[in-house]
């Protein structure tokens, strides 16, 4: 069991680094070098997060109609590959811009595009094959391997990026991102080698259409609480993505080198408060766990909002370790709670609507910060009190989510679901009566 959690903890570590030039030094050399609006940027790359709706299609699609034998594995090829390229592009899309600002727009629209479905079919796929090999009882172990994994792969991810780009230039940052790409590549193909058992005799499911799965989804009060909760957490531990090394160099007049090397000290971080709360998990509930994510997210808002002011790097590395502090029990705590609510023969229908929270949990946290950034940044002086601006809200957002997430009950999601499925299959069996009548 080791060895699967393992492959799957390269998978989703292969897609995770495709993101992490796209998110920690393309979006500031966009932003800040070439000084292209904030919010602009967000839309640029906001297709993997447009597209995430499709999560729930692709999870009920593959739970009903395996493809050789195989639920997920095709899928996650086809979203590896699509990312691998994407990032590959990326590069091109800088150099482009001051160019020719339309044609590197178009090619941007394209790329991330490209990225942005390959993100889609990929995380669904692996998720709901972590969901079924590891069972109720070792979730929590595959979740915390997964997330190890894929922070270690982050952190060397951007440790290497920062070396290759000391000197930047075009050509430096185009070498860097293909071999990114590559090595993704490499983990997600490793990884997949005998992870799923091949089964012919798969039979589908057509006892419920796409509209029917939706509806299931939005029916069941327990399900729409927690995309509420999702949404607004990860809106704020993943909106800050976009503009956190920006405002490193605004504020303190940090390089690329250094700005990247700021997902390093993040990442380390996560990995430490990762296998920390792996330990407290077994003592302590999920939601006790996620509560304190929260609460130390918003501490580490208030701090890096306040560094800009005050000029202290200090009061903003430590704003940074306490969201690495933060995202570590968010993430064991709110991915367990994802893979706990699902029902058996409809896993990728559940983690499909969790996944398309994560997506426009992104999409929003960042595109509201964004544009609160850029909406203030029109005011006279006002050099920093824009980005202040933007981490303010995101933890507002958090303290929302809190509110959330005491309506929040796993045991109850259950009970209304398996309540519908009888309802639903009740119905089933009087219109096939009626039909033969």
Same mark, same amino acid.
């Given at each position: 069991?080791?060895?699967?959690? /393992? ?37 640029? @790359? ?12 692709? #999870?009920? @699609? ?6 050789? #034998? ?8 086809? &979203? ?11 590069? $091109? ?22 990225? #942005?479905?390959? @993100? ?5 796929? %692996? ?46 940052? $185009?070498?860097? @991102? ?48 927690? *995309? ?12 800050? !993505? ?35 709360? &792996? ?17 130390? &997210?918003? /501490? ?16 903003? %590395? ?21 893979? !706990? ?10 983690? &499909? ?23 203030? !940044? ?8 824009? %980005? ?20 929040? !009950? ?9 309540? $519908?499925?009888?309802?639903?299959? *009740? ?11």
């Amino acid at each position: 069991m080791l060895i699967k959690r /393992i492959q799957i903890g390269l998978i989703h570590a292969a897609v995770a680094i495709t993101l992490v030039p796209i998110n920690s030094t393309l979006n500031r050399i966009l932003i800040e070098d070439l000084g292209i609006a904030a919010t602009l940027v967000v839309l640029l @790359f906001s297709p993997p997060y447009l597209f995430s709706f499709i999560q729930v299609a692709i #999870g009920s @699609f593959s739970d009903r109609h395996p493809i050789l #034998g195989f639920r997920r594995t095709p899928s996650i090829i086809a &979203g590896l590959i699509l990312c691998v390229i994407g990032l590959m592009l990326a590069a $091109q899309v800088a150099v482009l811009l001051p160019q020719n600002f339309w044609l590197g727009l178009g090619l941007g629209v394209l790329t991330f595009g490209a990225w #942005g479905m390959g @993100f889609n079919l990929a995380t669904v796929s %692996y998720f709901s094959l972590a969901s079924e090999i590891s069972g109720e009882g070792g979730r929590s172990k595959t979740t915390a391997t997964m997330f190890f994994i894929m922070i270690v792969s982050i952190i060397i991810t951007a440790a290497s990026l920062s070396r290759m780009l000391v000197d930047y230039s075009p050509e430096r940052l $185009q070498s860097a @991102f293909t071999i990114v790409a590559l090595a993704a590549l490499f983990l997600g193909l490793v990884g997949l080698i005998r992870l799923e058992k091949r089964n012919i005799h798969y039979a589908a499911d057509r006892r419920y259409s796409l509209g029917s799965a939706w509806h299931e989804i939005r029916s069941n009060r327990q399900v729409l609480t927690f *995309f509420v909760y999702l949404v607004l957490m990860l809106a704020a531990i993943l909106g800050q !993505d976009v503009l956190l090394e920006p405002f490193a160099a605004r504020a303190f007049g940090l390089p690329v080198e250094a700005t990247t090397r700021i997902t390093s000290i993040w990442g380390g971080v996560f990995l430490v408060s990762l296998v920390a709360t &792996g330990f407290l998990e077994n003592r302590v509930p999920k939601l006790t766990i996620a509560r304190l994510a929260s609460i130390l &997210g918003m /501490i580490a808002f208030g701090l890096v909002a306040m560094s800009g002011f005050v000029g202290s790097q200090t009061l903003f %590395y430590l704003g940074v370790i306490l969201l690495g502090m933060a995202t570590g029990p968010a993430t064991v705590s709110n991915l367990s709670l994802m893979l !706990d609510m699902t029902i058996p023969g409809k896993v990728g229908l559940f983690i &499909g609507a969790w996944g398309s929270a994560n997506a426009f949990a992104r999409l929003l946290g960042s595109l509201v910060t964004a544009a609160v950034r850029d909406l203030v !940044d029109m005011l006279p002086n006002s050099a920093l009190f824009g %980005y202040a601006s933007a981490f303010i809200v995101l933890g507002a957002f958090l303290g929302i989510s809190l509110l959330m997430l005491r309506r929040v !009950d796993v045991q109850t999601f259950k009970t209304d679901s398996t309540n $519908q499925r009888s309802a639903d299959d *009740f119905i089933e069996r009087v219109a096939l009566v009626n039909d033969g009548g």
